[in-house]
């Protein structure tokens, strides 16, 4: 697909702006409403990372088994009622944003599982996460004693703004909190920080951000 190409050329000069290695920066195409025909194609062009926003909707579309060496993340909002039907449909979840719900993953899980702690930067409504940095370290400190669930970084979504340095601010905090969080859990392996979407992941990338989640540039506008 021509859109993957200018992506990953994009991100790879948005990486040599900031000194940084595009191999150090991983693309995960956000697939919501998206069917799985058209994961398959961007597949067979070497995307292997794909993030879907509902429990509900990746249960209707994604086979049990799929190719090897894709690996679908949850971004969306998890509700907690749908904690044990996500750990089975999702190689990782993204967008833990309490100790109750990391609590909960605990609980049905008998194996190893890979999460991200979610932080919120911004007062949108609609927008889901630890509400600041003490909170968050506070759960990643009960968490890291856990005996499956294992925390491998942070992730955050930029506010809908497109006054720039409101977006770098809400970055810039998220990425200082991931130092924060490294410093403080040397024993974990904290190698994710998850920022940055169609409209923003250059900035993102600017302050740090290991994971970039393209959604409609990808795909084009979602019906």
Not at 5 to 31: F, H, Q, W
Not at 94 to 110: G, M, P
Not at 177 to 203: C, I, K, V, W
């Amino acid at each position: 697909m021509a859109a993957l190409s200018l992506i990953r050329r994009e991100l790879e000069e948005a990486a040599g702006r900031s000194g940084r290695l595009i191999d150090d920066i991983s693309l995960m195409a956000v697939s919501k409403t998206q069917p799985y025909e058209r994961l398959l194609d961007l597949y067979d062009e070497g995307q292997l990372l794909f993030g879907e926003n509902r429990v509900q909707e990746a249960a209707d579309k994604l086979p049990d088994d799929r190719p090897e060496g894709m690996k679908v993340h949850l971004i969306g909002h998890l509700q907690s009622n749908k904690a044990k039907r996500a750990l089975t449909l999702f190689d990782q979840i993204d967008s833990v944003d309490s100790l109750r719900l990391a609590q909960i993953l605990e609980k049905h899980l008998d194996r190893p599982y890979p999460i991200l702690l979610q932080l919120k930067t911004s007062d949108e409504a609609s927008k889901h996460g630890f509400a600041d940095e003490d909170e968050l370290l506070f759960a990643l400190e009960a968490i890291s004693s856990f005996r499956c669930l294992t925390v491998k970084g942070i992730m955050s979504i930029g506010p809908l703004t497109s006054e720039e340095f409101v977006t770098r601010k809400a970055f810039e905090q998220t990425r200082n909190l991931y130092h924060r969080a490294q410093e403080l859990f040397p024993e974990l392996n904290l190698d994710t920080l998850s920022m940055g979407m169609s409209g923003d992941f250059a900035l993102a990338i600017a302050e740090g951000s290991t994971m970039v989640r393209i959604g409609t540039r990808m795909f084009g506008a979602r019906t």
